[in-house]
């Protein structure tokens, strides 16, 4: 069983030669075929021309050294910066005979960087790194630099953070998804980093899961929407001669350990595995994404890193992945150290080659180079293994442009900071706002004259941010600039007019005797990983204290929510009266929040995950019929399972739904079915209204969701203005769901559409 996966590749390894064998024979063809064939050679035939070339004069080292990525301190930062990834040291210059003799010993072909620089510095570094590189691989290959930049450039000083995922699905509008990407390639690119590994397109079902934040919510349809938005965003911008490499991550089930805590086990049947993780990351491989990292956790007790499984024939044989397979940082060497499934290092880097992997990100030990160089000489692992891992590497490089044009170059800073970066991280941050509760209409606040604000986050820059932002943990406050403002300096600045104090516990109670409203900002303070792992969903005691007392002095109460993932607040909601949920709205988001506080900006937002009330409410809205109809319906004392469910969030205007119109009301499978809404904004003020169409299978082999999202569309309306907002369904696509097999099941029989507060059923008939 154990040799199968290499049986496998022998296979495979012969059919592509074979394949080879056509297409370049060496018969001599008469000239005339050959200048034909000269004239209908692709791109992609030249490309494979030259890796084919280029193979041919690869050593074993390498073809190694190609598979592995260290870290910039094995590269030789400056003294004192040796474990630079992730801690925000910000050393400018390298150590070019360190650097110099890495890649001559091992021909190392990627690096991983981190830490804040600004553009200037990392441009600096960038080109130094590849000219050392190019002066010292033997066939002058060039090393792709791979970074972290997911949320904007966030490791970037000068760079624009936008907001982070869980914020980007809360737009329901693909536009901020896309130009996440797009600018934060024309940032990135411009200053010499290639690979970036973004986005994450595990779903974020698990709420204490310390990276929820990182994902688009809770559904499979938004994650793949947002996720294939943001890859062609990225890989689509050409800076320079050359474009970036989108990650999708991490493959597969990452996001829902069973203990919520990060790169545990995740018990996961296929059936669910097929229907709700695997699409996402579908979408992106059919919207070109180059790059795929694998999970770090286990599936039902099997390692992602060394299943074959998984990582083979789920997502190169079924799922079609042709790019490159990176591994998470140090998670070959974690096979033994971690999980557990082998007894030496050696051995885990036998199975997560023979798994699958591809590139090895070993960041501080060059062991993978010598264990694998070892495999190989052993004939445990066949030289050709590595060949196919290499290809792939190559045109990774070839494509995005890199070897024509390796260096970053001046003429593309004016691309960091643009105008139009800033208003698109502002404009996306704006729409990921979620209000969530606003009683008495005191949201938005109409010339107050005194305010008080008080919380954790109130006065902090990096509580609007998160991990992952200028750090790993994103948690030094010290290395934000100052033109980041916090909430409690965008209200000064945003209510001109308004004596605004900024209170602490002991002056509390006298501060609200004396304002209009009390705004409390809370939340989480940032954290990234396994660092940001709880024993407690609630919010910390000081903070739910804080609530407490601003409630009781019985003034107005705004509560801004900034953080990762949902704390619980259970009644304290009830007892606010105004709540908005801002998760990590990144670098504008004090000014957006004190917008629309003032009114400036109307809310958009919509829930992308669903808010539980209380503690016992660790829901997602797509769970099956029992959880929403069952034994809970019965409960007299259940109040409500969300603050926020799926899907919702309150505007400054209010809209109807109205003549939701279904073209028939019995299709066939090879039939579309049109429906439309039409949604008027019935309140004074102008806004932009988020239609979220979702489906009910009523009965199904398989036990359905209660529903789930199959469309959505946002568009801006005046007051009294109606749109109407189409959708077409098609059977195939959004009636159909995978079975344990992953092969598509349509079901003849009911559906419901909900639209709004509409529904309408349907039939289908496969007869
Ligand atoms: C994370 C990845 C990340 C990598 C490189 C890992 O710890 O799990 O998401 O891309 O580090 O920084």
């Given at each position: 069983m154990k040799n199968l996966p290499i049986c496998l590749f022998l296979i495979t390894i012969a059919i592509l030669s074979q394949g080879c064998k056509k297409r370049y024979s060496n018969q001599r063809p008469d000239l005339s075929i050959f200048e034909r064939i000269a004239h209908e050679r692709t791109d992609d035939d030249r490309m494979e021309d030259f890796i084919d070339s280029l193979l041919l004069r690869m050593t074993l080292k390498e073809k190694i050294g190609q598979m592995t990525q260290l870290n910039e301190a094995f590269f030789g930062l400056?003294?004192?910066?040796?474990?630079?990834v992730g801690t925000g040291v910000q050393a400018a210059a390298i150590d070019r005979e360190k650097l110099a003799s890495t890649i001559q010993k091992y021909q190392v072909g990627s690096l991983l960087t981190g830490g804040a620089r600004s553009a200037r510095e990392w441009q600096n570094i960038c080109y130094q790194i590849q000219e050392v590189n190019l002066a010292n691989s033997s066939n002058r290959i060039p090393v792709i630099i791979g970074i972290?930049?997911?949320?904007?450039?966030?490791?970037?000083?000068?760079g624009t953070i936008f907001p982070h995922q869980l914020n980007i699905g809360a737009t329901f509008d693909k536009i901020h998804a896309n130009s996440m990407g797009r600018f934060t390639a024309r940032e990135a690119a411009s200053i010499g980093h290639h690979w970036n590994f973004a986005p994450v397109l595990g779903i974020g079902q698990k709420k204490n899961w310390p990276r929820l934040y990182e994902t688009f919510g809770e559904d499979t349809y938004l994650a793949q929407e947002m996720g294939s938005a943001y890859i062609i965003g990225l890989q689509e911008e050409v800076v320079g001669g050359y474009r970036m490499a989108a990650c999708a991550k991490h493959?597969?089930?990452?996001?829902?350990?069973n203990t919520g805590w990060d790169r545990t086990n995740a018990d996961i049947g296929d059936q669910k595995l097929y229907e709700f993780l695997a699409p996402p990351f579908q979408v992106a491989i059919n919207s070109g994404v180059k790059t795929v990292m694998a999970n770090s956790g286990s599936i039902n007790g099997i390692p992602v890193h060394g299943s074959y499984y998984y990582?083979?024939?789920?997502?190169?044989?079924?799922?079609g992945f042709e790019g490159v397979l990176i591994s998470d940082y140090e998670d070959i060497i974690k096979?033994?150290?971690?999980?557990?499934?082998?007894?030496?290092e050696k051995e885990s880097t036998y199975m997560a080659i023979m798994a699958?992997?591809?590139?090895?990100?070993?960041?501080?030990?060059?062991n993978f180079c010598e264990y694998l160089r070892e495999l190989v000489e052993e004939k445990r692992i066949p030289e050709e293994r590595l060949d196919l891992s290499v290809k792939r590497i190559l045109r990774l490089k070839y494509s995005l442009g890199l070897f024509d044009n390796p260096f970053p170059t001046?003429?593309?800073?004016?691309?960091?900071?643009?105008p139009a970066a800033a208003e698109a991280a502002r404009n996306a941050a704006a729409e990921s706002i979620v209000l969530l509760r606003n009683e008495y209409k005191?949201?938005?606040?109409?010339?107050?004259?005194r305010l008080t604000i008080i919380g954790?986050?109130?006065?902090?820059r990096m509580a609007l941010c998160?991990?992952?932002?200028?750090?790993?943990?994103?948690?030094?406050?010290?290395?934000?600039?100052?033109?980041i403002l916090t909430v409690y300096q965008a209200l000064t600045a945003e209510f001109e007019n308004t004596r605004i104090t900024l209170s602490d516990k002991a002056h509390l109670r006298y501060y609200a005797g004396i304002s209009d409203a009390v705004i409390v900002v809370t939340g989480e303070k940032p954290y990234a990983e396994g660092w940001g792992?709880?024993?407690?969903?609630?919010?910390p005691p000081e903070e739910m204290e804080l609530i407490e007392i601003a409630v009781g002095t019985g003034k107005p109460v705004i509560l801004i929510l900034l953080e990762g993932r949902p704390r619980i607040i259970g009644d304290l909601f009830d007892q606010c009266h105004a709540v908005i949920?801002?998760?990590?709205?990144?670098?504008f988001g004090g000014e957006v929040l004190a917008g629309i506080l003032s009114g400036r900006i109307y809310p958009s937002g919509k829930m992308s995950i669903t808010y539980p009330?209380?503690?016992?409410?660790?829901?997602?809205?797509?769970?099956?019929p029992m959880v929403f109809s069952?034994?809970?319906?019965?409960?007299?004392?259940?109040?409500?399972?969300?603050?926020?469910?799926?899907g919702t969030g309150l505007s400054y205007t209010n809209y109807t739904y109205s003549?939701?119109?279904?073209?028939?009301s019995v299709i066939l499978a090879e039939e579309k079915l049109d429906v439309s809404v039409n949604v008027q904004n019935v309140g004074q003020r102008e806004g932009k209204e988020a239609v979220l169409w979702f489906i009910r299978d009523e009965v199904g082999t398989w036990q359905r969701p209660d529903r789930q999202l199959k469309y959505f569309e946002k568009q801006f309306l005046l007051p009294g203005e109606t749109k109407s907002f189409n959708f077409s369904i098609d059977p195939e696509i959004h009636l159909s769901y995978s079975d344990e097999n992953g092969d598509p099941i349509l079901e003849k029989g009911y559906y419901t559409i909900l639209v709004g507060d509409l529904s309408a059923r349907f039939y289908l008939n496969t007869d």
């Open positions: 400056e003294a004192g910066s040796e474990d630079a972290d930049h997911i949320h904007g450039t966030n490791y970037l000083r000068d493959f597969i089930g990452y996001s829902i350990p990582l083979t024939t789920i997502l190169r044989d079924e799922m096979l033994n150290t971690q999980h557990k499934v082998t007894e030496h699958g992997i591809d590139v090895s990100m070993t960041p501080t030990t060059t001046d003429r593309y800073l004016d691309q960091v900071a643009s005191t949201l938005p606040l109409s010339n107050p004259s954790s986050n109130a006065d902090s998160g991990g992952w932002t200028y750090s790993w943990q994103g948690d030094d406050e010290q290395l934000y600039p100052d033109s792992n709880i024993d407690d969903m609630r919010l949920f801002a998760g990590l709205p990144g670098m009330y209380q503690s016992g409410h660790m829901i997602s809205y797509n769970y099956g069952g034994l809970n319906a019965y409960r007299e004392d259940f109040k409500g399972y969300a603050l926020g469910d799926f003549d939701l119109v279904l073209s028939d």
